[in-house]
């Protein structure tokens, strides 16, 4: 994602934020630890640190660690323009997630579970081929491929528990269930 002077404020913003709060505490409410110096994060299969991301995963990291979400998902999947404020995004959401998801692996089924299986995902029993990841400790996200056929097109969805608009504003998680995405397609092209 290019860097920006936006970005670049969002990201100072974000710090900020976090900055007045007891490091130990945040770690403990997100499922995070907090070296003494930085927090290990759990992310996408297996552990970051805090600086070592990319800009766009710093800030939705630091968002995450500055939220004050439930410790439990309640299991109750919900599609993007379900969740508050969300609708007036969903055309970006879908151009910047499910399309490129979709175009991608409706033909290679395989491909797409053993990525999400590699960024910790668990198979699931939805549309041709699923899976749950948690991007973050308390943040599932499903994503679902419908293959089509001669009838009816390919199709897919993400869906998040809908937990995650107490973590995220509608904007962060385009930008998070977009990262898995990227990924996928960064080691499809491989």
């Known amino acids: 994602m290019t860097e920006h002077a936006g970005y670049q404020r ?6 900020h934020e976090l900055a007045g709060r007891l490091p130990e505490t945040v770690a403990a409410n997100t499922g995070t630890r907090w070296t ?8 996408l299969g297996g552990t970051v640190l805090l600086e070592d991301g990319a800009l766009d995963e710093q800030i939705i990291w630091l968002h995450y660690l500055a939220a004050l979400g439930p410790k439990t998902p309640r299991g109750v999947y919900v599609n993007y323009r379900q969740l508050p404020g969300a609708a007036i995004y969903n055309d970006n959401f879908v151009k910047r997630t499910i399309s490129p998801m979709v175009g991608a692996f409706h033909d290679k089924l395989d491909d797409f579970l ?3 299986i590699s960024m910790g995902g668990e198979v699931k029993n939805l549309g041709h081929a699923s899976f749950v990841i948690r991007a973050l400790p308390f943040v599932p996200i499903t994503y679902v491929i419908w293959q089509g056929d001669d009838e009816v097109p390919a199709d897919g969805n993400i869906l998040f528990d809908e937990t ?4 995220f504003c509608a904007e962060d998680l385009v930008v998070l269930a977009g990262i898995p995405v990227y990924n996928m397609l960064k080691s499809k092209k491989v």
């Open 10 to 15: 969002a990201l100072g913003l974000a710090r």
């Open 114 to 116: 053993r990525m999400g």
């Open 164 to 167: 995650a608009a107490d973590w």
């Open 36 to 43: 003494g110096e930085t927090y290990e994060i759990p992310w």
